[in-house]
């Protein structure tokens, strides 16, 4: 696959983006970064740009490590964090600090990543102010504002820079709320700058800029690792739905100081009025014209996507053993594991193989072992989900639920296949269903050398987003059948047929067509850092964390009382299940699993686990090719088995063993129940923010203060 090359041309254009904590409101420009000298051809444009990405790839803390890792994979109704809610302090604020935000050390790195984020965020719209202002000095930015440009490769790396700053900002919104404007380098932002006015502006510039990019495939740079016109539309759409949506507000700024791009001062739609922290929970009256913009570039973008497309159709024939594909969702990720692009993917985060990656590592299936050296090496599983997720949301027909989750781990030092434990911990010791749809077994060629290494990229934006936000569009202003015809797109290739689909029996089991499309979104992007954000600015975070903690008890109580809890889609878990290490290799001519419907098959089903094929052809250690145990067969997952019972002592007799499962989760209640939103006061606004730290309020010289009850030191 293409990768970006981060080749920076003259010493002078390294320093385009230099910036440090304390000056990162002074966008500063070198003297020596002319608009003649950066934009003096394509070559020395782009070489700057790709400073800018790589500032994004590497040293973001928002879409990998950092933010993304502590808030954004955890903290909603269907995602959360493996370890005990006392052995993390990034706990805190994932659940909304418990205790009070006054509570809070705003410095504390371990518990706010924001140290890191924010001035990564503005050393990267530093450098993006200085391509955009270069450009903006010359006759092509002339003929993009007069609308008479013609897209050429000048135009078309303008736009991205635009597009760049403006996920930047993206990112600061939604992890700050109010933060500092800065557009012009060499000129310090005065203070706080209302978020309405920041989303509105670059709505505009990205509107402005998207004409003249390329889409996906429209040049032979425009690939799905740059931000093409195709993410542009989509960008412009998903920045709408957070403009027009709710959000934590702060009401001791002044009564007047949310105001539109115009000035106008905004009237709100208050979803919570709190009393507390000087915060209100809200969105602005005016917010359906979002949604006419966001509808007409996100149509733009699902009519006409460039090479992009949602995964309709699964290539992969039959397997040489028999292996079952048929799949198109596990393809969509199977295509990143095989180091390729995803045709799925509008746009994702270059990765290299043997360079510092996230996924599996945190964001994938989980393996115990070493560092080094190991098959695989360890993973450690910070991606993981309330068993509510895995048994009682997904339809049991759904094919996205064995791909999303996993129940099984495997152990890089002998090469077998585990069950995840809930006991609160992480790799493959501990932390409960982990997420499944990245997995260094499912490479054909993993990186079994050192971990963090596997090369696989980070998709941003899926076709299916862009998709199911359409259909929300749709919904929300009034067209429901257009609506449902977006919806069907992504519901029903997650089913074998329409018939078992059943769209209209979704649509009513979840209170109408916008019900429906808010539960596609939690199935179809589990794992993905989604959720947590769709409630919020759907106004259902309040509402979804209530539900979250009664289905959480609910299931807890079951299983301490009785031993099992069965859900409303027949799904039963059971304080026990009956596991046997198999020989797969022998018996199924595999050991890397594959697309299984016969739950009578206790080492093929649940899908997508098992392990890498051949190990030991890597490794040349025997041990692996004679482990008899290496596939994992289960009794008892989805069904409830008594312990000693004739059909347990048969199980046990034939070589299973019982094994502690629900029983697990009772023992470790708390973690799995009271913690959860533990922070969080009903009849207040949910505070989801990060504080801004002592150094970044130092660095403005008194122009910009805590709120949300944050301390300021």
Not at 355 to 365: D, K, L, M, N, T
Not at 382 to 407: A, I, K, L
Not at 630 to 646: D, R, V, Y
Not at 685 to 692: E, K, N, R
């Amino acid at each position: 696959m293409k990768k970006l090359l981060y080749t920076f041309i003259g010493a002078s254009l390294m320093l385009l983006g230099t910036t440090s904590c304390e000056d990162f409101l002074e966008t500063s420009s070198p003297s020596d970064a002319t608009p003649e000298f950066v934009f003096s051809d394509a070559t020395t444009a782009r070489a700057a740009l790709m400073e800018a990405y790589e500032k994004w790839r590497g040293k973001a803390y928002v879409h990998a490590n950092g933010l993304f890792y502590d808030l954004v994979i955890g903290g909603s109704d269907s995602e959360r964090h493996p370890e005990a809610y006392s052995a993390q302090s990034r706990h805190i604020p994932e659940n909304l600090y418990q205790g009070g935000t006054a509570s809070f050390n705003i410095n504390d790195s371990k518990a706010n990543n924001g140290v890191n984020a924010w001035p990564a965020l503005y050393s990267i719209i530093a450098t993006c102010n200085t391509l955009c202002n270069a450009v903006e000095g010359t006759d092509t930015y002339t003929s993009i504002k007069n609308s008479t440009a013609t897209t050429n490769e000048l135009t078309d790396l303008y736009g991205q820079a635009v597009t760049l700053r403006a996920t930047a900002y993206f990112e600061l919104l939604r992890f700050w709320g109010d933060v500092p404007h800065n557009l012009i380098p060499g000129k310090e932002a005065e203070g706080l700058t209302p978020r309405d006015q920041i989303y509105e502006y670059h709505i505009n510039k990205l509107r402005e800029v998207e004409p003249y990019m390329y889409r996906l495939g429209e040049s032979a740079t425009a690939d799905a690792t740059l931000m093409t016109r195709t993410y542009t539309q989509g960008l412009i759409g998903r920045m709408c739905l957070y403009a027009g949506g709710y959000s934590t507000r702060r009401t001791d700024l002044g009564a007047d100081f949310y105001k539109d791009l115009e000035g106008n001062v905004l009237s709100m739609e208050k979803k919570v009025q709190g009393t507390a922290n000087n915060a209100i929970y809200a969105r602005r009256s005016d917010y359906l014209k979002f949604y006419e913009i966001a509808k007409t570039y996100l149509a733009a973008c699902v009519n006409n996507s460039g090479t992009a497309a949602l995964c309709l159709n699964d290539p992969r024939t039959e397997g040489g053993s028999g292996q079952k594909y048929s799949n198109p969702f596990q393809y969509a990720f199977q295509q990143n594991m095989n180091l390729t692009l995803s045709t799925e993917s509008v746009y994702e985060i270059a990765e290299t193989r043997g360079v510092q990656s996230e996924r599996p590592y945190a964001f994938g299936r989980p393996t115990s072992g070493s560092s080094k050296n190991n098959y695989p090496c360890k993973n450690y599983g910070q991606s993981r989900f309330h068993p509510t997720y895995y048994y009682g949301d997904f339809d049991p027909n759904d094919m996205r639920r064995d791909v999303t989750c996993t129940v099984t781990g495997t152990v890089g030092a002998s090469g077998i296949e585990k069950l995840l434990p809930f006991t609160p911990g992480s790799q493959a010791n501990g932390g409960g269903i982990a997420n499944n749809k990245w997995d260094e077994n499912r490479q054909p060629n993993p990186y079994w050398e050192g971990q963090r290494k596997s090369g696989i990229n980070n998709p941003y934006m899926r076709m299916s987003d862009v998709i199911l936000m359409l259909a929300e569009v749709y919904a929300e202003l009034g067209d429901e059948m257009t609506a449902k015809l977006e919806l069907a797109k992504v519901h029903n290739r997650a089913f074998a047929t329409t018939e078992l689909a059943d769209l209209d029996g979704f649509i009513n089991k979840y209170g109408g067509i916008k019900g429906a499309i808010a539960q596609e979104r939690k199935l179809e992007f589990g794992g993905e850092g989604l959720r947590r954000y769709d409630l919020i600015r759907t106004g259902e975070f309040p509402a979804a964390i209530k539900a979250i903690r009664t289905e959480l008890t609910a299931m807890v109580n079951g299983l301490q009382s009785q031993g099992y809890y069965t859900f409303e889609n027949g799904n039963t878990i059971s304080s026990y299940v009956w596991v046997k290490g198999v020989d797969a290799k022998t018996s199924k001519g595999y050991r890397l699993t594959t697309q299984c419907t016969d739950v009578n098959d206790p080492v093929l089903y649940p899908g997508w686990r098992g392990v890498y094929d051949d190990w030991e052809g890597l490794s040349g250690n025997s041990i692996y090719g004679a482990n008899p145990g290496t596939n994992l067969a289960i009794k008892g997952l989805f069904n409830h088995i008594e312990p000693g019972s004739t059909e347990a002592q048969a199980l046990e007799t034939d070589g299973y063993t019982k094994t502690e499962w629900g029983k697990t989760i009772v023992d470790f209640k708390d973690d799995y129940s009271s913690a959860v939103f533990c922070g969080y006061v009903e009849g207040e606004a949910p505070i989801y923010f990060v504080p801004f730290t002592s150094v970044a309020i130092k660095a403005s010289n008194g122009k910009i203060v805590n709120g949300y009850g944050f301390r300021n030191e």
